[in-house]
């Protein structure tokens, strides 16, 4: 698990990046050096101008410096996620706004804006713009955030208004109709007390799958947003970041097929699916079902909404530096999708059964759900005799609606039967709390670390089966920790060895396409062990640097995904035209 180290010039490095930290879980306090000074160039510089998302541990992070976010054309929280080793970021099937990730093996993972997680899977893959800062991390960092994850993360850290005024504006075009426009502003007064800044972006593609049955161009993507951010800084020691943003994607990932295997006259890539966008000709509801709330009425879309309201404050007092950092998040979600390509469903015989273009496709789905989540963090940090300490405490509170609808149509094309297979609404509401806290310190040429967090969480689930009429409803509380110790000791200034073991966990959480009864789907909480040590060195002055990883990872009372009809549907399916896949 290599990756390169880079220069340790560039305040975007990696080497950078790990001189912030010191192996702790954030950059040193202001009000206090480190032990030993750290001898790379532009590093203070970094750590005041460039804010980063608080890591556990730098050996498992790869950032990602602008010149190579800017070269690759990197846009989408997949893409980075694509760039460091030992990490997968698969778009999610059907939806083309949504990713699941893969560290080390281990699915899930999540998306981090500014410290605030994205927990809606399906409505992840938000259009990125106005950055200061990109970082995966890789295995667990049980002292990461409000909501740390077992498996990895992307975090991002979004444009803080500066001190001097700027701005930024680029726009771009390429292959299948891509247009995009982005652009940043930053407006600061008189005496520096206030900043502003205004950013925005515009990205859209053309659907490059064809659709013989429905006329229609499929697996589109438009997605925009905008951006308030504000920093007010009323004396020498305190600053305090506001921002509020919407975003919007829409876009599909429809499964298709190459139009030579299909037999289609078409261009690239084909599907059969007779589902359109306009069902204005159907019976209202869909098919004249007796489909309940607004989603009896979704065509063949896939729409994402997220507002993102952050606040942090920093004060830098005698008794040391104070962070206080709260979010809220709401993602609504409304698709109609269907997961079969016109045809029958597959099944034990007929895993390709013949596309037969049904109307009201042969698995389609409906979905309306909306998630909101608060979180809160609030710590202190300060250096005690050799050792760099922080004690923090941190809550959240969520609540999620998925109201949900699955049409099953079989029989022959040109007199199909569709049937209500099922229409539910789940509501999961649930909080928590976890105190934490880290030290570290150096000695000479080794460096000790040191972290643990505990907690305690509450999930309550309701559901209505609209079908029978049914309900019911399911409370779990349970308590929850991790933590890490690590060690690394450099015997000369160009080479190192390093050990650390940690404890990560994920909170539990429901899929909702796998409840068919209450407490079905809840999966979690659960918790991996992963150790890990390696070796690490620089020549010309830091100019080349390498490292090797080695790591042994165990997990216990992992959840299952559910998938039911996913696993043939998703055999070979890509979101990307370039890679062409087959089914």
């Known amino acids: 698990e290599n990756s390169p180290a880079g220069n340790p010039d ?29 001898d790379i160039a532009g590093v203070a510089e970094a750590a005041a101008e460039t804010p980063a998302p608080a890591i556990a541990d730098p050996y498992l992070v790869t950032a ?19 760039q460091a080793p030992n990490a997968v970021a698969v778009l999610t099937p059907g939806f083309g706004t949504g990713n699941r990730y893969i560290f080390r093996g281990l699915a899930g993972g999540g998306t981090y804006i500014d410290g605030i997680r994205l927990s809606e899977r399906t409505a992840n893959d938000i259009g990125l713009f106005d950055i200061d800062r990109v970082e995966v991390v890789r295995g667990p960092a049980p002292l990461l955030g409000a909501l740390p994850s077992a498996v990895g993360s992307l975090q991002v850290a979004l444009h803080r208004p500066g001190t001097e005024p700027y701005g930024e504006f680029e726009g771009y075009y390429g292959a299948f109709g891509l247009g995009a426009f982005r652009g940043s502003l930053d407006m600061v007064s008189a005496n520096d007390v206030l900043g502003v800044n205004f950013s925005g972006y ?41 921002s509020a943003a919407f975003m919007r994607a829409e876009g599909l990932n429809i499964l298709n097929a190459d139009c030579d295997d299909a037999g289609a006259d078409c261009d690239d890539r084909v599907s059969l699916t007779g589902f359109s966008r306009d069902v204005g000709d159907l019976l209202t509801p ?28 920093e004060w830098r007092s005698n008794l040391g530096t104070v962070s206080l950092n709260a979010g809220f998040v709401r993602t609504s979600q409304e698709a109609g999708i269907d997961f079969a390509d016109g045809s029958a469903v597959r099944a034990a015989g007929a895993p390709l059964p013949p596309a037969t273009g049904y109307p009201l496709g042969g698995d389609l789905r409906l979905f309306d759900e909306t998630r909101r989540e608060f979180t809160f963090d609030g710590s202190i940090a300060r250096r005690i005799g050799p050792a760099h300490v922080k004690l923090g405490f941190s809550a959240h509170d969520r609540r999620e609606e998925d109201d949900f609808a699955a049409v099953l149509t079989s029989g022959a094309a040109a007199s199909p039967v569709s049937t209500l297979n099922a229409d539910r609404l789940t509501v999961e509401d649930g909080n928590g709390y976890s105190v934490y806290g880290s030290a570290d310190t150096r000695l000479g040429g080794l460096e000790l670390a040191l972290g643990g967090r505990f907690g305690e969480d509450t999930i309550d689930l309701r559901q209505t ?39 990560g966990y994920e909170l539990a959480d429901y899929d909702p396409a ?56 998703t055999a070979g399916q890509s979101g990307h035209p370039e890679c062409r896949p087959r089914r």
């Open 64 to 82: 990602l410096p602008d010149w190579r976010r800017e070269d690759l054309f990197l846009t989408e929280a997949g893409e980075y996620v694509r």
């Open 514 to 569: 796998a409840l068919a009864g209450i407490g079905v789907g809840l999966g979690g909480p659960w918790n991996n062990w992963t150790y890990e040590g390696g070796l690490e060195g620089s020549l010309f002055g830091g100019r080349a640097q390498a490292r090797l990883t080695g790591f042994y990872m165990t997990a216990d009372d992992l959840p299952v995904p559910y998938a039911p009809g996913f696993t043939l549907l």
């Open 202 to 242: 515009y990205q859209g593609t053309g659907g490059y799958v064809d659709n013989p049955v429905t006329g229609e161009s499929l697996n589109q993507s438009d997605r925009w947003g905008g951006r308030l951010g504000l920093r007010l800084s009323p004396a020498a020691d305190i600053d305090w970041f506001v």
């Open 10 to 38: 560039d305040p975007t490095s990696d080497a950078a990046a790990e001189a912030m930290r010191m192996g702790g879980d954030e950059p040193a306090a202001q009000d206090a050096a480190p032990a030993t000074p750290v």
């Open 286 to 313: 869909i098919g004249g079902l007796p489909i309940a709330g607004d989603k009896g009425f979704f065509g063949l879309s896939n729409d994402t909404e997220t507002a993102l309201v952050t606040s942090d404050i």
């Open 465 to 503: 089966q609209r079908l029978t009429g049914s309900s019911g409803s399911s409370s779990t509380s349970y308590d929850y920790w991790g933590g890490y110790a690590q060690a690394r000791y450099a015997p000369t200034d160009g080479t190192a060895i390093f050990a650390r073991a940690v404890r």
